[in-house]
Every structure is written in C-alpha cells, then in structure tokens.
Nanobody, 120 residues
Framework: QVQVAESGGGLVQAGGSLRLSCDASERVLSIKSMGWYRQAPGKQRELVALISRSDGTNYADSVKGRFTISRDNAKNTVYLQMNSLKSEDSGLYYC??????????????WGQGTQVSVSS
C-alpha cells in the first residue's frame, strides 16, 4: 500500500511564500499524475495544481501566476511553490497521487493534508 505524506504547511503573512512537499512511501513507476488540492472550512475540496507524467501542468485560475507545481521523478516527490499568498489561499492542502493499475485503470492515493494559514 503506497502512502503519501505532505509537509511544509504553516502560518504566513499575506504576500509571503510557502513550499509544500509531497512524498510517496516507495518508488512507484506507474504514476499517471500528482496534484495538490485544498479545502477551506465549509467549502468543497478543489484542485489547486496538477502535473502529469509528461510534465503537463494544470492550475486553478485563482493561483495562476502565483503557484508553481514541480516534481522530482527520482524521489517520487511533488512540490508546490506558493508565492504572493492571500488569505483566501488558507486551507488544508492535500496531495493526491494517481497510479495506473495493471488492468489499465487508475487508483488514487491521498495524503492526510497539511494546513496553510495566511494572515491578512
């Protein structure tokens, strides 16, 4: 069972930066994509950024130009560099890893989340 763990959250003032990291517990060869999602109190979980195996990226409109997703394939690690943070970026940030299965389907693995709090 692959486990995913996030780190790097914390409290930061508006305009500041944070870098989140997401590590897989073991080397996995069948990654389809890795992504970051966030959930604020009382709101649904939303996609923040996604990176595919071919390094294609996708960002939520609200973070374009401020956040950058990247990965280290050798370490099965994905990063989220967050700059110019706003109070509305606060929330619990989750990492999701999507793997291909031998049957051609996919399986999702989620981390437990790391809290990001931005003070205005």
């Amino acid at each position: 069972q692959v486990q995913v763990a996030e780190s790097g959250g914390g409290l930061v003032q508006a305009g500041g930066s944070l870098r989140l990291s997401c590590d897989a517990s073991e080397r996995v060869l069948s990654i389809k994509s890795m992504g970051w999602y966030r959930q604020a109190p009382g709101k649904q979980r939303e996609l923040v950024a996604l990176i595919s195996r071919s390094d294609g990226t996708n960002y939520a409109d609200s973070v374009k130009g401020r956040f950058t997703i990247s990965r280290d394939n050798a370490k099965n690690t994905v990063y989220l560099q967050m700059n110019s943070l706003k109070s509305e970026d606060s929330g619990l940030y989750y990492c999701k890893m999507v793997l291909w299965t031998t049957g051609g389907g996919t399986v999702d693995y989620w981390g437990q989340g790391t809290q990001v709090s931005v003070s205005s």
